[in-house]
C-alpha cells in the first residue's frame, strides 16, 4: 500500500535558521507529490506541488522542495525561517495507479523562536 | 463561498449517537473529499465524490459510516452508533475537477474541519 513517512514529528528552531524536513513515499511509480501546511487555527493550505519537470519546486513563502527519485523523497527546504512558519507541515502523495486520493504522512510540528 | 465551509466546527455527542458533518465546498468544484485526523495523525482519506456519486468509498472505516453527495454541492458525512474512537477531526476538501486527471494541475482545498467528540 502507499504509504508517505515523515521522521521528524517535531522541530524546533530560531529565526534565520534553515529548515529542512523529510519525506519520502513507498511508491516507484508515476507520483505526484505535495507540501501542505497548517498555521495555527487555521485551515490546511497548499505550499507547493510536483507534478513533473524540474525536480527542484519552489513554492510559496520562500519555500522549495527537491524530488528525488532515486530515493523516493520530496524534502521541504526554507533557507531562513521566520517566527511566522510556525505551524504544522504535511507532506502528501497522489499516485494515480492508486486512484486520485491524497495519503498524508504524519506532520512535522515546527516551532520557531523569536 | 470565498472557501470549503464546514459545520459544525465543533461537536459534543455521547457514545451511541447519530451525527451529521456538514460541507460545503468552493462553488463550481465538482470533486470532494471527505478525510479523518487523529490527534497526532496526517489526515487519513475516507471517502470521495466526483459529482454527486461516490468515486471511492474505500477509506471508509466500516459501515457506520456513510456521506450523500446528493445534488453534487453540499456533502453531509453521517456516522451511526458513534464510539469514542470516533473523536477525530473530519475535514472535507474540494476540487475543481478530479485530482490527477489530465493535464490540468488543479489542487484541493481544505476546510477548517469539525472536531468531533464522542463521550
Known amino acids: 500500500a502507499q504509504s508517505v513517512s515523515q521522521h521528524n514529528h517535531h522541530v524546533i528552531l530560531s529565526e534565520a535558521a534553515s529548515l529542512e524536513l523529510g519525506c519520502n513515499y513507498s511508491y516507484g511509480g508515476t507520483v505526484n507529490l505535495f507540501w501542505y501546511v497548517q498555521y495555527p487555527g487555521q485551515h490546511l493550505q497548499l505550499l507547493l506541488k510536483?507534478?513533473?519537470?524540474?525536480?527542484l519546486v519552489k513554492g510559496i513563502k520562500g519555500f522549495e522542495a527537491e524530488f528525488i527519485k532515486s530515493k523516493f523523497s520530496f524534502n521541504l527546504r526554507k533557507p531562513s525561517v521566520q517566527w511566522s512558519d510556525t505551524a504544522e507541515y504535511f507532506c502528501a502523495a497522489m499516485i494515480k495507479a492508486a486512484g486520485n486520493k491524497l495519503t498524508f504522512g504524519g506532520g512535522t510540528r515546527v516551532l520557531v523562536k523569536p | 463561498g470565498a472557501g470549503v465551509s464546514q459545520t459544525p466546527s465543533n461537536k459534543v455527542t455521547e457514545k451511541g449517537k447519530y451525527v451529521e458533518l456538514r460541507c460545503d465546498p468552493i462553488?463550481?468544484?465538482?470533486?470532494l473529499y471527505w478525510y479523518r485526523q487523529s490527534l497526532g495523525q496526517g489526515p487519513e482519506f475516507l471517502i470521495y465524490f466526483q459529482g454527486t456519486g461516490a468515486a471511492d468509498d474505500s477509506g471508509l472505516p466500516n459501515d457506520r459510516f456513510f456521506a450523500v453527495r446528493p445534488e453534487g454541492s453540499v456533502s453531509t458525512l453521517k456516522i451511526q452508533r458513534t464510539e469514542r474512537g470516533d473523536s477525530a477531526v473530519y475535514l472535507c476538501a474540494s476540487s475543481l475537477m478530479q485530482l490527477g486527471v489530465g493535464t490540468v494541475r488543479t489542487e484541493a482545498f481544505f476546510g477548517q474541519g469539525t472536531r468531533l467528540t464522542v463521550v
Open positions: 510536483y507534478f513533473s519537470g524540474d525536480p
Open positions: 462553488s463550481g468544484h465538482t470533486a
